[in-house]
């Protein structure tokens, strides 16, 4: 058997493609790695014997291009080889380093959530698993401590904030004590409990209660903010006193809080603070509309000159939405007062 040359070698590795694996019968060398060069005798060495071996080989490219790029020495491959492994122990130390820190986080919140055996001043929940502290206790660590709750005081059983809120009537001074809400005279508590109210016939000012001085025509309101009276119907509010609503004739109180205090009564108009009657045309109705000379004319009718003149429609037109006046119909338009087929 003749060795095989370089041209032999290269054209075989060329010719590799990555493939799946495959089982194939190989042929093996016992001298298998050992360059082929003769002797110093000029004569080739004899080829070994080969064995079949049977196996699987799988290309990849990395193969291919090493082969194509050529071999490279035994001394040159486990220079450049990086490990791709860590050692097991490493690993196993880190999990462990990492189970502990989570250990020592979770059983300290065990133990404040009342989830751990039960403390002293503690009863079990009616729910699911664990305890709570008893009411005026919060849990500190792995144990219920009382709460310093002060005169005029309640505990809240809320786990945030100081835990303890004052009574009705009390407020909470500087975080540490309850102290009375000072009433004034002529004042109450009211519902809430967090502050008072002047009596009726009163109002404040500032932190105190003064009598609210009632004048002609007037009556109590409930309104806090302000005098605390207001005028009887048909008068006004001056600086102190409740002063009469000239209403002329023909004219009605509006009874507004703002705005006019009278107005005219129907078919009649407002000029110069007096109610003139409305002088309607013929063919003509009463407007109740504030602007205007008080009336419109009937449909199919046009004001001119304070009177309602019929309207002369056109051909092709009809009256429009308000009926005093006309628009041409649609495909027509107007031009000098008719209305002629548009382009």
């Known amino acids: 058997m003749r060795p095989l040359s370089c041209k032999s070698c290269h054209s075989m590795t060329s010719s590799a493609r990555p493939t799946i694996p495959q089982d194939f019968p190989i042929q093996v ?33 990395s193969k291919t291009r090493a082969t194509i790029d050529g071999l490279r020495s035994e001394k040159e491959m486990p220079m450049n080889r990086e490990p791709t492994t860590r050692p097991l122990s490493g690993l196993i130390a880190r999990m462990a380093a990492v189970a502990g820190v989570i250990a020592s986080m979770a059983f300290p919140v065990i133990a404040q959530d009342g989830t751990g055996p039960m403390s002293p001043n503690a009863q079990s929940r009616g729910y699911g698993g664990g305890w709570d502290c008893d ?19 309640y505990a809240t ?6 835990g303890w809120a004052c009574r009705r009537g009390f407020e909470e001074i500087g975080g540490t004590a309850c102290q009375p809400i000072p009433v004034p005279e002529n004042a109450f508590l009211r519902s809430s409990g967090y502050d008072w109210q002047c009596d009726r016939g009163y109002r404040q000012d500032r932190e105190s209660c003064i009598l609210i001085v009632l004048p002609d025509n007037a009556y109590l ?55 003139d009657p409305v002088a309607l045309p013929t063919n003509a109705f009463l407007d109740p509309a504030s602007y205007g000379p008080g009336w419109r004319c009937e449909r199919g009718f046009e004001p001119v000159n304070n009177a309602c003149a019929q309207i002369d429609l056109p051909a092709n037109a009809h009256l429009d939405r308000s009926g005093n006046t006309w628009r041409c119909d649609r495909g027509f338009q107007l031009a000098d007062g008719v209305c002629v087929l548009g382009r």
């Open 29 to 61: 060398a016992e001298n298998e790695g050992m360059p082929s060069r003769p002797d110093s005798n000029g004569s080739w060495p004899p080829i070994a014997p080969t064995r079949r071996v049977t196996g699987t080989l799988t290309l990849r490219l």
């Open 135 to 153: 009411l005026g206790y919060r849990v500190e660590g792995t144990e219920c401590l009382a709460l310093d709750i002060p005169e005029n005081a």
């Open 157 to 162: 059983g809320r786990s945030y904030g100081s």
């Open 221 to 275: 309101t409930d309104d806090t903010s302000g005098s605390g009276w207001s005028c009887e119907r048909g008068f006004t509010a001056g600086s102190s006193n409740c002063v009469p609503i000239e209403v002329p004739v023909n004219g009605y109180l509006t009874n507004a809080d703002y705005g006019d205090e009278w107005a005219c009564e129907r078919g009649f108009f407002e000029i110069d603070g007096r109610c």
